[in-house]
């Protein structure tokens, strides 16, 4: 190709990685096309369009994958094309040349698929073929999944209105068809994506069809509705694929079962979607119309479900024990798994990065060698997780609770961990940056582990010693959580101590009987933040305790009126509402019982999560 001159550098000029690699196999493909309907040998092939040619070979590569991405046996091609009219049409004469009655069923077909580069399967018996290059199978493949695409967003009139030109049902079973045979490999993923992004007819709304249509199957198969269908009543669509597969390849020492054909389809509808919504955020036409939440959006009760993704990774495991992980987790990156939880799940060399899953639960979640580059993990729950060896580099830590966590050879190179738990969290072996953000981290100082190159840098220090402040107001030693908060600011005087950890010192060195030294960190607290009402009460349980009960009502007054006042425990509530009575009276409700009471039931209390 490259004499006859069909490559050429202007032809590359702009294209690189996926349409590079795309350019080429398309002109390959399209020249195997043109040459072999202008071979004297392959006079049958002329009048045959080559966009029946095109299709018949990626009928062949789908044989090939489904067969397990090496070779396909020719007697499931001829089952797969026998709808194709103009190659069935062509089968039939190319066998009516053929002298030997016992040769026709398979020489027949071989010796169209060679007229492709399509050679017989290396040391298998008869029958099969492989692609010349893996590669074009797999190319061709994507294809043959993208024309089904365009298939599934076509849509007709009738009656006057808009309809889908293939139906539910019968997409239901061409989906099982195309992916209930094992798992979407990233070549394929790649070129498919690549291929989508070049098709200029699939637009803006055919790219959210396909998304709705997707994700309505993913639901239906979540609930179990392909599985559990009674076949007395409707076609039970894993028991097609599973019969099929079976009846197709008759060679394979194992079948897949029932749960398998389930499973993997499932599975390579959700990469698709992963895929769909990593795309359309990467384009400003498609941002704002296309987000996948596997989980359902947290926002939405009536449809959000914690578990979902941790039960279909429980469902998957008919698979082996790691299986369905290695398939799933390469797909990962800019997913969006808010709230979710995932605890004790395996996600060892995940794909995460730029993925957000902010305020998910991860308690015991495997995180080795993932990839968390980017991720947004703020205020996620991941008590004793494993991230050793992980990269969490740019990853934003804020406000997590990473307490007993394995950061052992962790990348966190840039990463935000500000107002972090840090308790008995293994730092050993870690990578930081200068930029790493440690300030207002809690119980830093109890972190297991740190490097002492990191111990000595100021930043660092000085956050270590305001954490310990922090831990030790809460226990009561005011004094010397003071002087811990001082010496924070000595060490760095531009150390931005937030309004959280202010109000950390205020609150507890208030109750704990010393309200006139903290009231400043009150204040402090009120001034870095002073559109959030939760930071008032601190401020005015210091002031009643300082006699300005004036100031002290208009602050717990402000604090009543938060949305996350309704979530707190009913005692909680009828102690604010009666000091509010209490000092609309002109009387002071902090006595010394009062506080003791306080001390005791609220006293690991958190008001600020």
Known sequence: MHRKKHFNAQMFAGAEGIKAKILIYDTSINWVLEEQRQDKENLRLAGLDSEDLREFLTEVALCVVQSGNESANIKMLEARIKDNQPIANLLQQAREEIPYENLKEEKALNNLVTAFYIKPASGKEGGSMEFVHKSFGEFLFAERLLNSFCDWTDQVTKRNRQEDSVSREVMDKQV?????????????????????????????????????RLEDFYLRWCDGEFIDAAPSERENLPLFKKEQLKKLLPEREKHLGLRQVDVYTGLNVLILLFELHRYAKSK???????????????????????????????????????????????????????RVDLSRAYLSRADLNHADLSHAFLINTEFINADLTNADLSYAYMRDADFSSANLSNANLSNANLSGADLSGADLSNADLSNADLSNTNFQEIIWSNNTNWVNTRDLHQAIGIPSELAQQPLFSAAMVLSKGMSLVKEGKV????????????????LPISARSWYTLGWFGSFYGYPADVLYACENAVMLEPDNKKYKQGRGLARALTDDLTGALADFETFVEIKMFDYFPEAFKKRRIRWIEALKAGENPFTSDELEELRRDEGNFNFTS
């Open 479 to 494: 004094v010397e959580a003071i002087q811990a908060y001082n010496q924070a600011l000595s060490i760095d005087p531009n």
């Open 176 to 212: 099982y068809d195309l992916l209930g045979y094992g798992n979407l490999t990233p070549e394929i993923v790649e070129y498919l994506t690549g291929l989508l992004a070049e098709k200029s007819k699939f637009d803006t709304k055919c790219y959210l069809k396909l998304f709705q």
């Open 284 to 338: 400003d036409d498609l941002k704002d119309n296309i987000s996948f939440y596997p989980c359902g959006q947290p926002d939405k009760t009536d449809e959000f479900d914690d578990e979902r993704l941790l039960r279909i990774i429980s469902y998957s495991h008919c698979l082996g024990a790691y299986t369905n992980i290695e398939i799933l987790t390469l797909f990962l990156s800019s997913a969006f798994l808010q």
